[in-house]
């Protein structure tokens, strides 16, 4: 399973990274995702990243957010700027999932990591 790290708290404006440090030995050909589950709420994708680099964004992160991807070190990462209290959640990386530009990202279920907190005050 994928391990995430990285998480904290911060104050509404600034930035954090996350990191997630995938378990498959074939990473460089599994499309990758970010989820996030606020308190009270459903997980709900934020962002996902094909094989070849290509991203989507849900679009309450566009424009903030970033993922990518550094297959030599089995790594994804996603940049999170001008973050705002909403953001506040547990955050999930999941590996091995299906990438479709046109339908979305569809996690693996057996690709979830442990997932680290952020908190974003006001």
């Known amino acids: 399973h994928p391990v995430e790290s990285g998480g904290g708290l911060v104050q509404a404006g600034e930035s954090l990274r996350l990191s997630c440090a995938a378990s498959a030995s074939r990473f460089s050909i599994n499309a990758m995702g970010w989820y996030r589950q606020p308190p009270g709420k459903q997980r709900e994708l934020v962002a996902a990243?094909?094989?070849?680099?290509?991203?989507i964004y849900s679009d309450s992160v566009k424009g903030r957010f970033t993922i990518s991807r550094d297959n030599a070190n089995n790594m994804v990462y996603l940049q999170m700027n001008s973050l705002k209290r909403e953001d506040t959640a547990v955050y999930y990386c999941?590996?091995?999932?299906?990438?479709?530009?046109?339908?979305?990202?569809?996690?693996?279920?057996?690709?979830w990591g442990q997932g680290t907190q952020v908190t974003v005050s006001s």
């Open positions: 990243i094909s094989r070849g680099a290509d991203t």
């Open positions: 999941n590996e091995g999932g299906t990438y479709s530009p046109l339908r979305g990202y569809f996690p693996n279920l057996r690709g």
